[in-house]
């Protein structure tokens, strides 16, 4: 089976910088995605990693640990706009079959 | 810049009658996929299709459920009896083949589909 565990909500303030955690539980792991969902839209990517480490891209930054199943993503400088949920998303197999299991998502509120 | 575009944005429909969701997948991507987001909960997975049939399914994707790529461009979802908890957010996503563009899906805006 698979279990894949974020926070549900966080507040934090504008300019400041934010942490959002996942778990997972997963056999053949793959790959994981961070997206950000705006209510009422479609899921974006932010990121990617398959290797432990830290992947940085502008505001954002994605960082895996596949020893100790567990990933977060880190948003600095924060804006109003970001505020969202961010959908934590692993992917399963080794074929290019792409399935992609989503976390819960962490609601993230974006306060002046 | 290309994108996912899915029809209609809304869709009401009476139980048990048949509705097709219909998507146009980014032109050069060649993995296809659908996933729905009932109100208030997560993203899940659907179904997968690539090279013309269905790669991977999940358990909610049952004899209900069919997609189908009728011509060079269309991705369709059809399900046959809908049902009240079929009453969900539906995203069309395409990605590339193998390789580092591989692993970014991108997802279309949606269809809502109302069932009463």
């Known amino acids: 089976g698979q279990n894949i565990d974020q926070p549900t909500e966080m507040t934090a303030t504008e300019g400041a910088i934010v942490q959002i955690n996942c778990t997972y539980q997963?056999?053949?792991?793959?790959?994981l995605f961070w997206y950000q969902q705006h209510a009422g839209e479609a899921p974006t990517f932010l990121s990617y990693?398959?290797?432990?480490g830290l992947e940085e891209k502008g505001r954002f930054s994605s960082f895996l640990s596949r020893s100790k199943g567990y990933s977060y993503l880190l948003l600095k400088e924060l804006q109003m706009k970001d505020s969202a949920s961010y959908l934590c998303?692993?992917?399963?197999?080794?074929?290019?079959?792409?399935?992609?299991?989503f976390g819960p998502g962490t609601s993230l509120s974006v306060i002046p | 810049e290309p994108e996912v575009t899915q029809t209609p944005s809304h869709q009401v429909t009476q139980m048990g009658q048949e509705v097709i969701l219909r998507c146009v997948p980014i032109?050069?991507?060649?993995?296809f996929y659908w996933y729905r987001q009932i109100l208030g909960q997560k993203v899940e997975f659907l179904v997968s299709?690539?090279?013309?049939?269905?790669?991977?399914k999940s358990e909610i994707f049952d004899d209900q459920f069919s997609v189908e790529r009728p011509d060079g461009s269309n991705f369709t979802l059809k399900i046959r009896s809908t049902k009240l908890e079929d009453s969900a957010m539906y995203f069309c996503?395409?990605?590339?083949?193998?390789?580092?563009?591989?692993?970014?899906?991108?997802f279309g805006p949606g269809t809502r589909l109302t069932v009463l």
């Open positions: 998303a692993v992917r399963r197999g080794k074929t290019s079959y792409d399935k992609v299991i």
């Open positions: 997963t056999s053949g792991f793959n790959g």
């Open positions: 299709f690539y090279n013309n049939e269905i790669s991977e």
């Open positions: 996503a395409s990605s590339e083949a193998r390789g580092p563009a591989y692993n970014e899906q991108f």
């Open positions: 990693n398959v290797l432990d």
């Open positions: 032109s050069n991507h060649l993995y």
